[in-house]
């Protein structure tokens, strides 16, 4: 499997969204041991003008990188517990990110960070280049669904039913 180049990243973040599915996240942890984590479900934030998106409050420094070229990792913490992961796309200054809710084995934007070890750490890290995590496309494609996004009704409509989460 080939590990994804900066182009797919550049793409739509609705396209990047749906084409992770079924993707393969690669994580090699401080022991070394590689593990790898299908891509079961994500959701789409499309830049400032989406209400959803942490973007939309500006550029600030926890959203730096969401306005860097396409293939960075934008990581956040909620609830003070739980690292988010989130995949930056399209061209620089557009702040939008695929934020990964679900891998094979782990359900839930949550899980995936505590099953992967993520930390803030990883903020910024560049896929394309990374030793640590990075995505590799397994040639499966999966067959999609859509709905709207989980926990926004803070964004208000449009924004709250948009079919912009994808899974299969």
């Known amino acids: 499997m080939s590990r994804l180049e900066r182009t797919f990243y550049l793409q739509s973040v609705e396209t990047v969204a749906k084409q992770l599915l079924g993707k393969q996240l690669v994580r090699v942890f401080d022991d070394e041991t590689v593990e790898r984590y299908v891509i079961t479900e994500t959701e789409a934030y499309c830049g400032v003008e989406d209400r959803a998106c942490h973007a939309s409050k500006g550029r ?29 796309c399209e ?9 990964i809710r679900g891998v094979r084995g782990a359900s839930g934007p ?59």
């Open 60 to 88: 600030t420094k926890r959203t730096e990188v969401m306005f860097h070229e396409g293939g960075k990792v934008y990581m956040y913490l909620i609830y003070g517990m739980y690292w988010m992961l989130n995949i930056v």
């Open 91 to 99: 061209q620089e200054g557009n702040a939008c990110a695929v934020l």
């Open 110 to 168: 949550g899980r995936v960070g505590r099953v992967m070890e993520l930390d803030k750490s990883f903020y910024g890290e560049d896929l394309t280049t990374s030793q640590q995590i990075w995505i590799e496309d397994t040639g499966y494609v999966p067959q999609i669904n859509a709905s709207p996004r989980v926990g926004i009704d803070y964004a208000g409509e449009p924004w709250v039913s948009m079919p912009l989460r994808f899974y299969f």
